[in-house]
């Protein structure tokens, strides 16, 4: 009895006509999903309330008694009562591009656009076509052409920087090490290469996991239990201070790859364990099909039982991927200034704007919220993408 | 009589998953072209016997060959003969994440590096065979059981192989896709593929096979043609599933 009306509104809310009206349709639905029931109803009430409660006070704080200008004074003023944003104005540069030298900014913005550029059209590619050679060609050249533009370092092409490269630029291109590399840049930097060198890493973890040879299986399974067992931070403090101890003096990698290196190799351990659950859902029965039409291992695990595997536990891959993105925040522990650490730069430096950490860490959440948010979505996009194939 | 050498030979081979007895001192030697099939109660070792003819089981003692090869554990004997031997499951195991087309051009491509060009048009050519070309750019899942098996069948023909196992290819069908399958099999017993085939299509073996086979707790009780097997079964375990089945 109660049906009949309900399919009707989900009717007309998925196919609206003229004769139904949008908002009849719509607004019947919501009385009925937010007061159709007693409990319902004060559940709806008590929400309510609460955001009476809130909203007016967090538009006032937020935009009504905000301050917009870049004012130490009138964010003095407004303390308490009103949103200082004028910080982000001040300190965005700071913020975004941590402690890459003022003037060279302009590398650090355009690295920015290069790898969005790159991940947004990977993504795509890797989503339609499948990942090629091709793309792995381009990967490997944008981010060498990201390397020399962030570090200035330009090796045999020496001789080109003050008789070419400045004088076309009409302003220095120096030498950046990479501990003044921050901010944005090298939050997406750190992820991508990270993501993209981790991922091949937890395939043959799994794989290793799954086979039947116990060398690799228990090799692998040890690996896997030792990171799990230690949190990211303690990874990159070894990495960055125990590596150089074990490795010959003199020769040590730069920071900014011991970092790469750690926090791959932890994530790649985690990646492996979702992996090896997709794997399992892979029934026996498929690769002995595989194996039966002549495929040796490998053929049967890259063309037959990873694709499907991969396929289950897309969500959490994902889930990692984000996860990889948002601990990029740790390598503050070894001095490298991502987007949080370069935030905590920007505002300890500075007593004016000390009192307003609260609006800054405001702004880097919404950064944060808007490439975590793509990711999600993407995800879902590629799981829809595969249930109609 | 045949005088070429067997292509498949077992000699004395044991098999056993633990403590339990899977195949006991079994002898079978299968010529070029012979249509064989094998029947007797679940669990008597019939499926294990043809999976162990390409080493999708191992076995512990005794001695199998295949096409002149022994079969051992060495990977790259196992995979030679794998290419040589299709097989067809009773549940079908098509990919499900690739297209008719591409589970047929799959092993081609990979395996024997054909052109995809190549590999497309010998699926097309087994998939016409089978019937089923109309279907080519389809997913397994879009296909009823009958036609699924079909693309199965196709699939293990693309290799051109020398010989053919099916391991009860048509338990899982629905009654009236059986007949589409048997057709297909008959068509090849026809064409002179070497077929070992469990089945419980006894109207399959009398019009198809060279030899009867009846297998029980793991032995051959008794082994015949068709015609003899059917009319006078000698052993009394063969009579009694004969009973049950017919």
């Known amino acids: ?389 | 009589m045949n005088t070429q050498a067997p292509v498949i030979e077992f000699e004395l081979v044991n098999k056993w998953y633990k403590n339990y007895h899977v195949l006991r001192d079994v002898n079978l030697n299968v010529q070029k072209g012979e249509r064989i099939v094998i029947c007797g109660p679940s669990g008597s070792g019939k499926s294990s016997l043809i999976r162990c003819v390409n080493g999708l089981e191992p076995y512990q003692g005794g001695h199998l060959r295949v096409l002149g090869r022994e079969l051992t554990d060495d990977a790259r004997t196992v995979q030679a003969i794998r290419h040589s031997v299709g097989m067809v499951f009773q549940q079908f195991n098509l990919f499900p994440h690739l297209s008719v087309l591409e589970n047929l051009t799959l092993a081609p491509i990979w395996v024997e590096k054909v052109s995809p060009e190549v590999a497309r048009e010998r699926a097309m050519t087994q998939l016409e065979r089978v019937r089923i070309a109309e279907q080519a750019n389809k997913y397994p899942q879009q296909l009823s059981g009958g036609q699924q098996q079909r693309v199965a069948i196709a699939r293990a023909l693309c290799l051109k192989p020398q010989i053919m196992l099916f391991d009860e290819p048509t338990s899982a069908l629905d009654p009236e896709m059986v007949g589409e399958v048997l057709r297909v099999m008959t068509e090849l017993a026809k064409e002179g593929m070497t077929m070992l085939c469990v089945t419980h299509e006894m109207g399959f073996a009398q019009s198809v096979a060279d030899r009867v086979i009846f297998m029980d707790k793991g032995e051959i009780i008794e082994q015949n043609t068709p015609k003899e097997f059917f009319t006078s079964p000698q052993m009394q375990r063969t009579q009694e599933f004969l009973k049950q089945v017919l």
């Open chain 1, 1 to 389: 009895m109660d049906k009949a009306p309900n399919i009707q509104a989900s009717k007309a809310l998925v196919n609206p006509t003229l004769a139904d009206g949008f908002f009849a349709p719509l607004v019947k639905s919501l009385i009925k999903s937010l007061f159709g029931s007693p409990f319902n109803a004060v559940c709806t009430l008590v929400f309510l309330w609460i955001l009476t409660l809130l909203i007016p006070s967090l538009v006032s704080w937020g935009y009504t008694n905000a301050v917009f200008a870049a004012d130490p004074q009138a964010c003095q003023e407004a303390r308490g009562v009103g949103a200082c944003w004028g910080l982000i104005r001040a300190k965005y540069s700071v913020i975004l591009w941590g402690r890459y030298p003022f003037e060279q900014q302009w590398r650090a913005q355009l690295t920015t656009v290069l790898l969005l550029v790159l991940i947004f059209r990977s993504s795509i590619i890797g989503a339609t076509t499948g990942i090629r050679k091709s793309l792995a060609f381009e990967w490997v050249g944008v981010l060498i052409l990201i390397f020399i533009l962030m570090s200035g370092q330009l090796g045999p092409l020496e001789f080109l920087r003050s008789s070419v490269i400045s004088p076309f630029l009409g302003k220095p291109f120096t030498v950046v090490p990479t501990d003044l590399w921050g901010g944005l840049p090298l939050t997406i930097l750190l992820s991508f290469v990270c993501i993209v060198l981790a991922t091949p890493i937890a395939l043959f973890l799994a794989l290793a996991r799954t086979s039947e040879m116990p060398l690799f299986n228990v090799l692998s399974k040890t690996y896997i239990e030792v990171v799990r067992g230690v949190p990211l931070i303690s990874v990159l403090f070894m990495a960055s201070y125990m590596f150089p101890l074990l490795l010959p003096s003199g020769y040590s990698p730069d920071v900014l790859i011991r970092v790469i290196l750690g926090i791959t190799l932890f994530a790649a351990a985690y990646i492996a364990e979702i992996v090896r659950a997709g794997i399992q859902t892979v029934p026996k029965s498929q690769t002995e099909a595989a194996v039966s039409i002549g495929l040796g291992y490998w053929h049967t695990q890259y063309l037959v039982v990873l694709p499907q595997a991969i396929k289950v536990v897309i969500p959490g891959i994902m889930n990692s991927f984000i996860s990889i993105f948002k601990d990029t925040s740790l390598i503050t522990i070894v001095s490298l200034y991502e987007l949080t650490g370069s935030l905590t730069l920007a505002m300890n430096g500075d007593a004016l704007w000390l009192p307003y950490k609260l609006e800054g860490y405001l702004f880097i959440t919404s950064v944060y919220f808007v490439f975590c948010f793509a990711m999600s979505r993407y995800s879902l996009w590629i799981e829809h993408k595969l249930k109609r194939a």
